[in-house]
């Protein structure tokens, strides 16, 4: 898919995978819709992107676990919103790192409903969207932790188990139409994924890329690009990606 013009989705877009993908796309001339439940961050994101790439940006204050307010958001978008090309489902992430008897069940909740709930929501108000306008490419920032699961990461693992299978499961329901889905299933990113994990220990984020040299947000975003800009007939899948010094979820070197 040409980027120039196309409108694309971003959720979660104040900051890490989010932001990297929206300068990312702005970078290649696309219009960005932003979302994120931090509306002061994502402002100041969108202005910043605004400066260095004169690129039209709508930001909505928007908790994808709100299913009403993401219909509205979406049926009330502006008529020439509403071509939207690309989705990139990437609100969510982990909290909490616990064996499963010590896990919080307010933990679970949250990663259940951002992680699997938000992304059902946004693609489920978009899609048909793609469809009717005969285009439209989903990508979801999955996981290496829904590839196997980890020691401590039962229902993160598990939420991202299920943006693979939805993923292939929307991949399967949408083969007759122009509609193509990714899932992109990273390891080791360096952002704020692991203070929040940990719930705003900052220390114990840092030990987390301690000795190894971990992928970038920007890293993600290229693969994103990669995925959204082959040729109409080629369809990436998924594509699991880990630093060089990682091999799987638990197997990682570090010096
Ligand atoms: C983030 C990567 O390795 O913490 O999804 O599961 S990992």
Not at 124 to 144: E, R
Not at 183 to 204: A, I, Y
């Amino acid at each position: 898919m040409k980027l120039k013009n196309q409108i694309v989705f971003i959720s979660g877009a104040n900051s890490g995978i989010g932001q990297a993908c929206a300068e990312q796309f702005a970078e290649k001339g696309a219009k960005l819709i932003l979302c994120s439940r931090n509306i002061d961050k994502l402002i100041k994101v969108a202005e910043k992107i605004n400066k260095k790439y004169d690129t039209e940006i709508l930001t909505y204050q928007l908790d994808v676990r709100d299913r009403k307010k993401v219909s509205i958001v979406i049926n009330e978008l502006p008529k020439k919103w509403q071509k939207i090309s690309v989705l990139v489902n990437n609100a969510g992430g982990a909290l909490g790192f616990d064996k499963f008897q010590d896990g919080s069940l307010d933990d679970w909740d949250e990663m259940i409903d951002s992680n699997i709930k938000g992304l059902l929501y946004l693609s489920k108000a978009i899609v048909p969207l793609m469809i009717s306008n005969s285009k439209g490419h989903v990508v979801n920032i999955g996981s290496i932790a829904g590839v196997a699961a980890y020691p401590k990461g039962a229902v993160y693992c598990g939420v991202k188990a299920a943006a693979k299978a939805i993923s292939d499961g929307l991949r399967m329901d949408t083969v007759d139409t122009p509609v193509r889905v990714t899932n992109v299933q990273p390891g080791l990113v360096e952002t704020n994924f692991s203070v929040v994990r940990f719930h705003g220990d900052k220390k114990k984020a840092d030990n987390v890329y301690k000795g190894l040299k971990a992928l970038t947000a920007d890293d993600i975003a290229d693969i994103v690009l990669y995925s959204v800009q082959a040729p109409d007939h080629v369809q990436i899948c998924e594509v699991t990606v880990t630093p060089a010094s990682q091999a799987s979820g638990t197997v990682v070197h570090r010096k």
